[in-house]
């Protein structure tokens, strides 16, 4: 929809007929501290009756706020279209700490698993970091990133707004007050997703699939554990959010069911790259990339004899947790518990 | 000389930000200046200077930021063009939620704090309203949700900013902020230039030193909240 259109909208329409398709603009005049507008009028009729001192305050005055207001649907009216589309992520090699180049180039497809290895300090997070910011040998590595195989202008850069790229990591908390429900929901209302119900009770059960205990909708977001919380961001980047690339740095540790949770992002056709250290993570992905002093030194394949592997990596894993499980529970382990 | 007012609610990381994107311009330190406009003290001169950028803080005191700002800032650019800098840099704390110190033409740069809570940015008002760029601070600590909700929130109040994520600490997002303030516009003066919004209405008896509670002693701008029992 053009801008002119909504621009005929607000001069013609009552506002409770805009407000029926564009619930989103009740926020606009509660933003103005506006709470008793008349929403049987057109907005310019409607704002006549609105105490000129609010308005006032706000360092506005009646044509002010109807441009804003038209704005405001332009930049709203049609959220859901802007999403990101993107097929393929290019990574073209600039140089290690060092100043050696790295490996050449490397390319990435949607549905695709990448891992990201290397000790403490190698540049794990530049890399994860170069791809956020979509780089173009203008970061200390040197790397450019391509975009389905062409250069990205600053513009498009700029337009994409921190929406191409979604991130995971173990330093991340919830900070709101709310319950998994409302926080859903909240989520769903600023995407506009047309299924919102749906949507969250999509996103709620992928959470309690990936996580060992169990939490309900009703439970606040604040309160709950670790895993929890990791398996609930997890599951609402894939079911909510539209950023087409997942950055997800180091989630070993958090107790959630993690090849599942990788597999989930990466079914939702995203592209997944996973900084770990965790053998069972690293040989669930498609590749892994192997960093050494700022550098990508090589890209590995995951081979079918390591695949193979990872069914005894597993089995490793889960005797593992049970030790844990263990040891909260207050029990004693003997060596029976490692036999499986 | 390129002018950039930053501003934002205190603690958002103004400082961290504004040391991060001089580090990702491509401009020597000694050719950047700042000025702090900040109210009763200021812990950050140090961190300006141990990266060999000069800066000079002035503190309100008892007057209104706002109203200091727009009386000192022709001065500052003075100061900056004298000093031959590419670049000046303001710096003042938003303490009202109202103070918006951003003049017509000049490069604004809001920063909050994603800490803050997803409903912060509909509350600042004109200082976030009338940015061109907001930049969000500590998002690397809250979810992606909530990262996408502010952002929506901030979106909501301005809908023509640019915003743009950038962690303090480690820099991530700073390049793309740089490249932006690359951007702001030359000036050698900003004589009859004009401040985007009005500053704080406050000529009243309480401005001039009175303590007493009481109509009686209220002169001047008064405004009146209204008190209604069932």
């Known amino acids: ?340 | 000389m390129k002018l950039i007012t930053f501003s934002g609610p205190p603690s958002s990381g103004k400082t961290s930000v504004i040391l991060q994107s001089i580090d990702a311009l491509e401009v020597p330190v000694t050719e950047i200046g700042v000025v702090k406009f900040d109210c009763l003290t200021s812990f950050d001169q140090g961190r300006y200077q141990s990266k060999g950028v000069k800066v000079v803080t002035g503190f309100s005191g008892k007057l209104c930021p706002d109203h200091f700002f727009v009386s000192n800032i022709e001065a500052a650019v003075e100061w900056g063009v004298k000093s031959g800098f590419k670049i000046l840099i303001t710096e003042s704390a938003g303490l009202c939620n109202r103070c918006s110190p951003y003049i017509q033409g000049i490069l604004s740069v809001c920063v909050i704090d994603n800490l803050a809570g997803v409903n912060t940015p509909r509350k600042i008002g004109p200082m976030l309203k009338m940015a061109d760029i907001v930049v969000v601070t500590r998002g690397d600590v809250v979810s992606q949700a909530e990262r996408e909700v502010f952002a929506f929130n901030i979106r909501q109040v301005n809908t023509g900013a640019r915003i743009i994520f950038v962690n303090g600490i480690t820099g991530q997002g700073a390049l793309l902020l740089a490249k932006n303030l690359w951007h702001a516009k030359e000036v050698d003066g900003l004589h009859e230039q004009r401040l985007r919004f009005t500053t704080p209405a406050a000529v009243c008896s309480y401005c001039t030193g009175e303590m007493r509670i009481g109509s009686e002693y209220q002169l001047g701008t008064m405004k009146k909240m209204e008190f209604k029992t069932d």
């Open chain 1, 1 to 340: 929809m053009s801008r002119r259109n909504f621009l005929e909208i607000a001069v013609s329409q009552p506002l409770s007929q805009i407000r029926a398709e564009f619930p989103v603009c009740e926020d606009f005049f509660l933003n103005l501290r506006i709470e008793n507008i008349d929403w049987s009028l057109t907005l310019l009729n409607a704002l006549d009756k609105v105490d000129k001192e609010v308005i006032n305050e706000f360092g506005l005055d009646r044509e002010m706020i109807f441009r804003e207001f038209v704005a405001f649907l332009d930049a709203f009216g049609h959220v859901s279209a802007t999403a990101a589309e993107i097929k393929s992520l290019t990574v073209i090699g600039g140089h290690d700490k060092s100043g050696n180049a790295e490996i050449d180039s490397f390319c990435v497809a949607v549905g695709e698993i990448i891992c990201i290895v290397g000790p403490t300090g190698a540049g794990k997070s530049r890399l994860l970091g170069d791809i956020e910011c979509l780089a173009d040998g203008d970061t200390p590595t040197g790397r450019r990133i391509l975009i389905d195989g062409e250069m990205v202008s600053d513009q498009r850069r700029f337009d994409m707004e921190g929406k191409l790229v979604a991130q995971l990591s173990q330093n991340m908390n919830f900070v709101m007050d709310l319950t998994v429900e409302e926080f859903l929901r909240m989520h769903a209302g600023s995407r506009f997703i047309d299924d919102a119900e749906d949507s969250i009770k999509r996103c709620f059960e992928c959470a309690n699939q990936l996580t060992g205990e169990k939490f309900m909708m009703d439970t606040r977001v604040t309160q709950l554990s670790g895993g929890q919380s990791r398996a609930l961001m997890i599951a609402d980047t894939a079911c909510m959010s539209s950023s087409p690339i997942v950055l997800i740095d180091e989630i070993e540790n958090a107790g959630i069911d993690r090849r599942q949770a990788i597999r989930l992002l990466a079914r939702k056709e995203k592209i997944v790259f996973v900084s770990t250290h965790d053998p069972l993570l690293a040989l669930s992905g498609d590749r892994r990339i192997v960093i050494k002093n700022g550098g990508v030194v090589s890209v590995i394949e995951t081979s079918e004899s390591e695949k193979r592997c990872l069914d005894e990596i597993e089995k490793l894993d889960t005797t593992l947790f049970r030790l844990r499980s263990c040891l909260r529970n207050g029990g004693i382990i003997d060596m029976d518990m490692l036999k499986g």
